[in-house]
T-cell receptor
Framework: GIQVEQSPPDLILQEGANSTLRCNFS?????LQWFHQNPWGQLINLFY???GTKQNGRLSATTVATERYSLLYISSSQTTDSGVYFC????????????FGKGTKLSVKP | KAGVTQTPRYLIKTRGQQVTLSCSPI?????VSWYQQTPGQGLQFLFE???????NKGNFPGRFSGRQFSNSRSEMNVSTLELGDSALYLC????????????FGSGTRLTVV
């Protein structure tokens, strides 16, 4: 099956710093999403981005589908950005089955 | 518009019991998927329902089952609970379940003692 790898697994930043999280996937996908899991466990949808670039405030994401990777950029990080960031993909014929990476645990220190 | 609603938020059960979790999707969404999250295995797909039919199923034993009602609300049931079933159970709703974005509920944290 399709493999999803995220890097780095852990990241510690000072407030105000920028960061880039990476997601590599092993096959063609028709859906790619970035999620932030808050301390209470809810997965908050950040971007639905099977290809191209999107921006939302301090966050932006780019997916290069032909090279099978996606990047999540966080600028001017804040302590509230702490948590685990997941990349998840869905591919043809796999209804409802999002394949998740293991996540990047981000800690932003004041 | 209302998001995905999961109930209950927390649950404590004894080994051998059974449990039913509920998920109400976003209005108009017909696909509901269920996931189990544990520290060791991460997020794993359980099953997906669309228009009251199970279309896809992950690698979980038959003790894990689900169903979907005509209003798209879904329930999942775990019978004969084991300690290893302790986990966060998340459901996600989507318009069609393929090629669309998924929105997750807040989850149900199940503890089996």
């Amino acid at each position: 099956g399709i493999q999803v790898e995220q890097s780095p697994p852990d990241l510690i930043l000072q407030e105000g710093a920028n960061s880039t999280l990476r997601c590599n996937f092993s096959d063609s996908v028709n859906n790619l999403q970035w999620f932030h899991q808050n301390p209470w466990g809810q997965l908050i949808n950040l971007f639905y981005i099977p290809s191209g670039t999107k921006q939302n405030g301090r966050l932006s994401a780019t997916t290069v589908a032909t090279e099978r990777y996606s990047l999540l950029y966080i600028s001017s990080s804040q302590t509230t950005d702490s948590g685990v960031y997941f990349c998840a993909v869905n591919y043809g014929g796999s209804q409802g089955n999002l394949i998740f990476g293991k996540g990047t645990k981000l800690s932003v220190k004041p | 518009k209302a998001g995905v609603t999961q109930t209950p938020r927390y649950l404590i059960k004894t080994r051998g019991q059974q449990v039913t979790l509920s998920c109400s999707p976003i209005s108009g969404h017909r696909s509901v998927s269920w996931y189990q999250q544990t520290p060791g295995q991460g997020l794993q797909f359980l099953f997906e329902y669309f228009s009251e039919t199970q279309r896809n199923k992950g690698n979980f034993p038959g003790r894990f089952s689900g169903r979907q009602f005509s209003n798209s609300r879904s329930e999942m049931n775990v019978s004969t609970l084991e300690l290893g079933d302790s986990a966060l159970y998340l459901c996600a709703s989507s318009l069609s379940g393929t090629g669309n974005g998924y929105t997750f509920g807040s989850g149900t944290r199940l503890t089996v003692v």
